[in-house]
């Protein structure tokens, strides 16, 4: 499996610790659509000879927080969601690859979501995953996904961790629980001291796409996009300051299967009381 990690560089609507930030809506507008234009670019440059599959970082039509501008983040995202989305169609179509777009997404029932939208080859939605750990503020105006659906791909088993999610050990052992052979990981915060970690605990491939700060590089805990095999090993890393396609070859993703048995089999084994005492 090829795999094209789409590593964006934020403006400064993703300034949270700077408090005293306020925006009029018009340049909340601006600010959001320069990173949807941004991340378009990038997934118009991804070399569909060197990918077969796309990610994005975590919410690419981020419109700011809430407290920060008198516009609703609800009708930010809604404004402009068919033309993010139909523009990733567009672009999943023309290449012939699969995309999976991290976002925030509007639904019907008028709340918010921190999610992972998937298109196929053809440009079809298939698949969505909604964000189950909100971190900070963000329990404040999203509301929660319920479960890890697992994406049935032509590669293999996917499922999708986003941010925070990959944080708590229970998320990549929900997917190898069901069979996973890849996480897929949008995000504004990958660490590789728990990427690595939950790769190899559960003999699995993970893959985040990392934001890069617009005002420093990534640094401290914080790591570039990164692919990890099912041993821990760091198959490819992206560049800590600034925005880049990082291309990465997992080969057929399904070979981490006997590492994932063993540990699946070894620790039901242990829960289950079977053991001779």
């Not at 567009?90 to 290449?95: D, G, L």
């Not at 090993?233 to 600034?242: F, I, K, N």
């Not at 981490?256 to 048995?261: K, L, V």
């Given at each position: 499996m090829k795999l094209a990690l789409i590593q964006e560089k934020q403006n400064r609507l993703y300034r949270f610790r700077e408090s005293e930030l306020r925006f009029e809506e018009a340049e909340v507008r601006m600010l959001q659509m320069e990173m949807i234009e941004q991340n378009l670019a990038l997934l118009r440059r991804v070399d569909e000879e060197r990918a077969q599959l796309a990610l994005t970082s975590e919410a690419i039509n981020f419109p700011g927080q809430p407290f920060r501008s008198a516009l609703s983040p609800y009708q930010a995202v809604k404004d402009t969601q068919e033309y993010l989305l139909s523009s990733c169609s567009?672009?999943?179509?023309?290449?012939g690859?699969?995309?999976a777009v991290g976002m925030f997404r509007a639904g019907k029932d008028q709340k918010l979501y921190n999610s992972a939208v998937v298109?196929?080859?053809?440009?079809?939605?298939?698949?969505?995953?909604d964000k189950n750990f909100l971190a900070g503020e963000e329990k404040e105006y999203l509301t929660p996904g319920r479960g890890f659906p697992v994406w049935q791909s032509e590669f293999g088993r996917i499922g999708i961790g986003i941010c925070w999610d990959m944080q708590f050990p229970e998320t990549a052992r929900s997917y190898a629980g069901q069979g996973a052979d890849l996480i897929l990981c949008p995000t504004w915060g990958w660490e590789e001291i728990y990427g690595r970690s939950r790769a190899y605990e559960n003999g699995i491939y993970v893959a985040s796409a990392m934001a890069v700060p617009a005002w420093k590089p990534i640094e401290g805990r914080r790591t570039p996009s990164q692919t990890v095999g099912p041993d821990g090993?760091?198959?490819?890393?992206?560049?800590?300051?600034?925005?880049?396609?990082?291309?990465?070859?997992l080969g057929d993703i399904r070979d981490?299967?006997?590492?994932?048995?063993?540990?699946m089999e070894d620790l039901e084994w242990r829960l289950s009381g079977k053991e001779n005492v």
């Open positions: 567009e672009i999943a179509q023309k290449k690859i699969c995309l298109f196929d080859g053809q440009g079809k939605e298939i698949f969505s995953y090993a760091v198959l490819a890393q992206g560049p800590a300051d600034r925005a880049e396609v990082v291309y990465s070859d981490c299967r006997e590492m994932r048995r063993l540990r």
